[in-house]
């Protein structure tokens, strides 16, 4: 049976650390860091995020603000309030919710943030930055990954990892974060053939593809480290809010081949907004 990488109470360790870390802060410069949040619309598991983070900034003590934006807003407007919080020295971080309403190119918007305040690491620029071995922040989820995986203590350099999901906020990240730790990465997506051949090779087996248990136990490799990223509402009706959440790995199965696995939920998630607070740190000690 697979040691379970606990993200819950690994993200409360952190969360203790960063409010130790801000409180010192505020000590020190009278004032707090202080992140910004851009939401356009009311996708109802964007609204769950952004409380989750509003709620962690506070208990840490750190400044948050929301700018909560109409479905039908003009690409311009939000362009123009990240403009404004580029020039705001009180604003140390900057994100962009997203998914973001249809109409909006995601892209040009994102790219609008200043690097300095980039603490989702989603522009270009960062990106570029990440791919060349020397990001200025790295991406919240694929940190929080990188945590997990530091759990299991095992030597990184020459294993095998394969990943399912080429997304720019976790798949490609995390691609280049293995292979900074010196791993032969795979990066599996829709269109790979015998993914399930791919997946049996890896050590270290990360999926992000938003697909209920699609990863079957006999994929994974005996002793390999599973990552499951995959956050998916299943309907449940003896359930209160009507569903419960799956992952993209059939865990029963899995958690008896792999010699550690994260659950879902209580995996990667939990950790994602703690990374996020610990990048807007990170952005105040550096632009102060
Ligand atoms: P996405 O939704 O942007 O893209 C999905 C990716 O999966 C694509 O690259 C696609 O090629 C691949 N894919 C889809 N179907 C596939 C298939 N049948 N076989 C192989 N590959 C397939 O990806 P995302 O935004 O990275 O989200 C993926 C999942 O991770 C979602 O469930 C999302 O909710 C979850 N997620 C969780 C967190 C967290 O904090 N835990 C953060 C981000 C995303």
């Known amino acids: 049976m697979a040691k379970i990488l606990d993200g819950k109470k690994l993200s409360e360790e952190i969360l203790l650390k960063l409010k130790r870390e801000v409180t010192g802060l505020k000590e020190k ?47 311009q407007l939000v362009i123009k309030t990240i403009n404004k919080l580029n020039r705001d020295k009180k604003i140390n971080g900057i994100i962009v919710q997203l ?82 730790e010196h791993c032969t990465v795979t990066l599996c997506h829709s269109r790979t053939r015998d993914l399930d051949r791919e997946a ?32 998916n509402r299943v309907e449940d009706k003896t359930s209160p809010k009507g569903y419960h959440l799956v992952g993209d790995v059939d865990f029963k199965a899995a958690v008896k081949k792999a010699a550690y696995i994260t659950p879902v939920p209580g995996g990667v998630g939990p950790l994602t907004s703690i990374m996020l607070l610990k990048n807007t740190i990170e952005s105040f000690k550096k632009n102060y």
């Open 29 to 75: 410069y009278k004032k707090a860091p202080h992140l910004a949040v851009i939401m356009a619309g009311t996708y109802p598991p964007s609204i769950v995020y952004v409380n989750i983070k509003g709620k962690k900034a506070k208990e840490i003590g750190m400044d948050f603000t929301l700018f909560k934006m109409p479905e039908t807003v003009e690409e």
């Open 200 to 231: 049996a090779s890896a050590d270290i087996l990360v999926v992000a593809i938003g697909r209920p248990h699609f990863v079957k136990g006999s994929w994974v490799k005996k002793a390999a480290t599973v990552i499951d990223v995959g956050i």
């Open 99 to 180: 998914p973001l309403p249809k109409h909006l190119n995601e892209r040009r918007i994102l790219d609008h943030i200043a690097i300095e305040k980039d603490v989702d690491g989603l522009t270009t620029e960062n990106i570029g930055a990440l791919v060349s071995g020397y990001p200025y922040y790295i991406p919240c989820t694929p940190q929080g990954i990188m945590e997990l995986v530091k759990l299991t203590k095992q030597k990184l350099e020459g294993k095998r990892a394969v990943i399912i999901g080429r997304s720019n906020i976790v798949g490609k990240p995390i691609a280049f974060l293995l292979l900074k």
